[in-house]
């Protein structure tokens, strides 16, 4: 156990529909970033946060938002699903900004449009 | 931005030793890790370079040249639970201090 959780593990939904990723951060970690993982391709950058603020946008579709809360959890939502959506999407946390530690990977919510 | 390179695929045999190598290109750098992915698994972190060398921890190595862009994670006394993809991750230094992936590379330990 990593200390980051995501929920749910899995997800199977339809095309149009809206959902909502959860991620708890490791206690004490102040940041919290979003990455999704198409099959056989790389961690995409989506969005960071630092305390409640977003800090950092990355190729996240205007489909896409997220916020962290004032008990730093955060949570992701997808909405007008697409085919294309099915990916993993990791929440990962760290400490602050500029630490040497790396960040720490929940285990990822699978998506699964269909 | 960045731009991160990585050999997609390579194949080392138990027991052997592995390089591989990473090169990137940042307007601002400000660190370079090296991760570890099982398929459907989490990343789990390696090691991490900011300075020019080398970095021990066990079994692994990481180096880093930053006038070159250059990085290498060395593996020795491979072991078939080492069979997972390795990503190269760098750090820019602006004031988001974002981390880019690269692609990474699938390793395959063979017997």
Known sequence: ?114 | GQNIDQPTEMTATEGAIVQINCTYQTSGFNGLFWYQQHAGEAPTFLSYNVLDGLEEKGRFSSFLSRSKGYSYLLLKELQMKDSASYLCAVRDSGGYQKVTFGTGTKLQVIP
């Open chain 1, 1 to 114: 156990d990593s200390g980051v959780t995501q929920t749910p593990k899995h997800l199977i939904t339809a095309t149009g529909q809206r959902v909502t990723l959860r991620c708890s951060p490791r206690s004490g970690d102040l940041s919290v970033y979003w990455y999704q993982q198409s099959l056989d391709q790389g961690l995409q950058f989506l969005i960071q946060y630092y305390n409640g603020e977003e800090r950092a946008k990355g190729n996240i579709l205007e489909r896409f938002s997220a916020q962290q809360f004032p008990d730093l959890h955060s949570e992701l939502n997808l909405s007008s699903l697409e085919l294309g959506d099915s990916a993993l999407y990791f929440c990962a946390s760290s400490e602050g900004l500029g630490t040497g530690y790396g960040y720490t990977f929940g285990s990822g919510t699978r998506l699964t449009v269909v």
